[in-house]
């Protein structure tokens, strides 16, 4: 039986003009520890998908279970980080992860508690910054934090929601190492579930790519199975053969649909001329 499981699952919204379908007949088998993405072109459901895992919006049909039970709600069993990074700006760097760990880690004493903090703030390299607020410290350190945060919480599954979006190519290339670093820490029995608009950096990160279809109703288009050799470093997979050639594929997938879309619309504008 897989760890996380999506069955035939809908997810249909109450519009003003009536139902919306978003995503259809999704079904999607993750096994332990797997680093999965999830692909494709901006209102295709992704992020609903993803809200389904978290237990923050519910399936109109089928379901989503997680190690043998269906998910009702949110639970600690899933951290979710999103792209503007959710830190509470009147909490120091150290803080904003030792709240959250206090909160969820209710076994542990204080001690251990701030050895946790330490040990994952050291580990994203921002030790030294932990007296400073959100503020005083830029995008790729926000982001640093809010991973951290989400593996010092030690929940089973992470989910991602386009968490390196809003950063440059060099700050999102250090954090996709730190992100592998801290799989690696906890003996990559992490599952991860990451939304991306980035081809590559899905291709670099993921066991398997999810590639959607275009909504409404989307549906999934195809699933990517990526067997690069781990542990990965950018300079030698991106070099790899195989590694292009999922690129491309992903590629000419996702840019296949613009173009016949592109195409319906050019023919749309000759019948109107
Ligand atoms: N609460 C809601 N009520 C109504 N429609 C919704 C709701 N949430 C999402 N939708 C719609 O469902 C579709 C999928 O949205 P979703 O945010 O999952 O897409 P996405 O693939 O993550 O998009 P993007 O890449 O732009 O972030 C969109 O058409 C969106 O407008």
Known sequence: MSYLKIE???????TLKGKF???NDINLEVEKG???SIIGHSGCGKSTIMNAIGGMVFPTKGKVVLNGKEIKGPGPDRGIVFQNYSL?????????IFEAVDAALKN??????????????????LWEHREKYPKQISGGMKQRVAIARAF??????????EPFGALDALTKASLHIELLKLWNLTHRSKTIVMVTHDIEEAVFLSDRIVVMNNGPAATIREIEEVNL???????????????????????????EKVALEESEFYKEEEKAA
């Not at 509470?88 to 904003?96: E, S």
């Not at 542990?108 to 390299?125: G, T």
């Not at 010092?152 to 929601?161: M, Q, S, W």
């Open 8 to 14: 035939n699952m809908e997810i249909a919204f109450h």
């Open 21 to 23: 379908v978003a995503v």
């Open 34 to 36: 797997q680093i999965i």
């Open 88 to 96: 509470l700006p009147w909490l120091t760097v150290y803080q904003n």
């Open 108 to 125: 542990k004493s204080k001690a251990e508690k701030h050895e946790v903090v330490e040990k994952y703030l050291k580990m994203v390299n």
């Open 152 to 161: 010092a919480i030690d929940p089973e599954v992470l989910l991602l929601d």
């Open 229 to 255: 050799p781990r542990p990965r470093n950018k300079k030698d997979t991106v070099n790899l053969p195989e590694y292009r050639t999922i690129r491309e594929r992903l590629l000419s997938l996702l840019v």
